[in-house]
């Protein structure tokens, strides 16, 4: 280990810090090689004073949310790789009888969500479940970027505060579900977003709105900024919480036919353009693998297409990060040759080579 590696990590906090970490172990498909430096800082400070560190000693900083939609290759990370714990929740006094709505500052994003629940593996809904909540009092409320969401949905529920419950059963913490702009359903995290503070690519504090985050599908600006998602302000509602109770819950029941070990869903759902040219009576990808490409029971070693939901590459045993990425790749080429569709893939790579990952260019 060179100098400059030594120096960060005596800069850093040891009762948190670890090396040649595996990744698996912080990833839910259970994949992963080793991170170098692995730092997992309790508070928005340690989080800062470490990238600040390691930025001016010129080390590569990865951050790894819950590792819920991200592969990580077998040779694994080099350089500080940080999983932010900070796990403050505040709501700010007071109700905001009259905000304007985010939608109007954001551009419209095109859900894609189209179920089949005649055909296929692909059986759950949501539209029973959804409700407008426009009409509602605001309330603001402050989390810190590390806070688990899971907690956080059930924590506000819990005081009366909704709209977070279309996200149930979704892992993650706040930064990787705004970096990401995750998705429940039909709704996306960018309704309910205020503004960010961010530490900048010259690690100043800056303060974003949420009208400035380039929100798309599965998108925000942070993917290619270089700035540090620190907290965030929410502006949620004052709702019903029997109601979002049950919502949440039920969300949850519905999804937990959705395989273990797995990354969630691998690629983005196609548009609706997309499906009438080609009559699918679903928007669904996990469709399309199952119905047309007929790939039920592939696998390449452990990494097997998953008979609960084909849109999921599930770990059935000691997968590779190779063998999972060949899945993905004989999906995307026989999709390609077959129909004439490029698949997007919704989950990050990190680790890889670019030759690794030419296919899905």
Known sequence: MDNAKEKLI??????????NEPLSKHSTVRIGGPAEIWY??????????????????GISITILGRGSNTLISDKGIAGLIIRNASKEIKILEGE????????????????????????????YEFKDLDYDENNLPRIEVSLESGVDMPFAINYLIDKGITGLQWY?????NLGGWIYNNVHGGTHFINEVVKSVKVLDKTSNIQI?????????????????SGEIILEANLLLYKGDKE???????????????QPPNSLGSI????????????????????????????????????????????????????????????????IIDRAKDQIGINLKPEIFFLGFTSQELSFLK
């Not at 905001?96 to 059986?123: C, V, Y």
């Not at 109601?243 to 036919?257: D, Q």
């Open 10 to 19: 005596k800069s850093l906090n040891p009762s948190n810090l670890k090396l």
């Open 40 to 57: 997992e800082p309790q508070t928005t400070e340690e989080f800062c004073n470490a990238i600040k560190s390691a930025r001016e000693l």
């Open 96 to 123: 905001i009888e009259k905000e304007e709505p985010l939608k109007e500052t954001i551009d419209e994003i095109e859900a894609r969500w189209q179920s089949d629940n005649q055909k296929g593996t692909f059986k």
């Open 168 to 172: 149930s059963r979704i892992p993650g």
């Open 208 to 224: 974003l709105s949420g009208s400035e985050l380039a929100f798309e599908y599965d998108k925000s600006r942070f993917q290619t």
């Open 243 to 257: 109601k979002a109770k049950y919502v949440a819950m039920e969300w949850a029941k519905r999804k937990s036919i």
């Open 267 to 330: 690629f983005k759902n196609i548009d609706n353009q997309t499906k009438e040219r080609l009559g699918y009576p679903t928007t669904a990808t996990g469709y399309i693998v199952e119905h047309v490409l007929k790939m039920s029971g592939f696998k390449i070693n452990d990494a097997a297409i998953s008979p609960k939901h084909h849109n999921f590459i599930e770990n059935t045993g000691n997968a590779s990060a190779k063998d999972y990425l060949e899945v993905i790749k004989t």
